[in-house]
């Protein structure tokens, strides 16, 4: 049942009018068939669209600043990994058959990295 919500999760997201019809009635087809496992399946997939609306996000947020740091010194220094390994998660690359994406934990520590990056250069004063 999972597969087939995210084919049509899939297939919605750039449906015309015409075809989001045909999904719908798909859809209502899925929940007259078994409604808890689609209850269950739809639920999969709201929680792997906010995942991937996350590494958006990360994304998103950092653009503005990206040309001006050094995604490999932040890599290297807090987190003792790679530039690769950075982007990856930042771009939510398929890595091992599925997204890379930072963990909750990740996401805090490059929140630190971030302020602590900040306070170094309001420090300084050149004379």
């Known amino acids: 049942m999972l597969e087939r919500v995210r084919n049509l999760r899939n297939r919605y997201r750039t449906a015309t009018d015409e075809e989001k019809k045909q999904i719908d009635a798909e859809t209502q087809a899925l929940q007259e068939e078994d409604l808890e496992a689609w209850q269950d399946a739809m639920l999969k997939c709201m929680k792997e669209t906010n995942k991937e609306l996350s590494n958006i996000l990360v994304r998103e947020q950092l653009n503005e600043i990206l040309p001006y740091i050094s995604i490999s010194t932040i890599a290297k220094n807090y987190f003792g990994k790679s530039k690769a390994w950075f982007y990856q998660r930042m771009n939510g ?32 004063k050149v004379v």
Do not use: R
Request: proline fraction near 3%.
């Open 93 to 124: 690359n398929i890595v091992n058959g599925k997204p890379a994406q930072f963990t909750a934990e990740e996401i805090e520590k490059l929140n630190f990295a971030l302020q602590d990056l900040s306070k170094k250069l309001s420090s300084i």
